[in-house]
């Protein structure tokens, strides 16, 4: 049987074309996230007040790269999830690694919160 090189390069450029595709697939970035948490003035007033503050979610599932925004609006020092917020600030958290952070807090309005960091 004759040799065909025209053939051979045809399906040579196929694979390559075909590689190239599965891997732009699987290689496609997707665009880092931001999940803002705001506390709002007054807070503090609410909470010493008796009140249910609900501003933390019981559950924030974010991806590695995403961040997590956190605004104290307040004029008081506020602890949202586990972080400390000065009054006044905000508070900027940029996940490098997969986690899971969960833990107590009066500004969820189940007195709980989840962090879920994925791949």
């Known amino acids: 049987m004759a ?8 399906a040579w450029a196929l694979v390559v074309l075909a590689s190239a595709g599965a891997v732009a697939g699987c ?18 007033d609410r909470l010493d007040a008796g009140e249910t503050v609900d501003v933390m979610p019981a559950r924030i599932e974010l991806r590695v790269g995403d961040t997590l925004l956190l605004r104290n609006e307040d004029d008081v020092d ?3 999830g586990p972080y400390f917020v000065a009054a006044g600030r905000n508070l900027s958290l940029t996940y ?8 107590y807090c009066p500004l969820s ?5 989840e962090i879920v960091v994925l791949d």
Do not use: F, I, K, N
């Open 78 to 80: 506020q602890t949202v």
């Open 96 to 103: 490098s690694v997969p986690g899971r952070y969960e833990g």
């Open 27 to 44: 290689g496609e970035d997707r665009q880092a996230q931001t999940v803002e948490v705001v506390v709002p003035a007054g807070t503090q």
């Open 3 to 10: 040799r065909r090189p025209g053939l051979r390069l045809l």
């Open 109 to 113: 309005g189940s007195d709980g919160y």
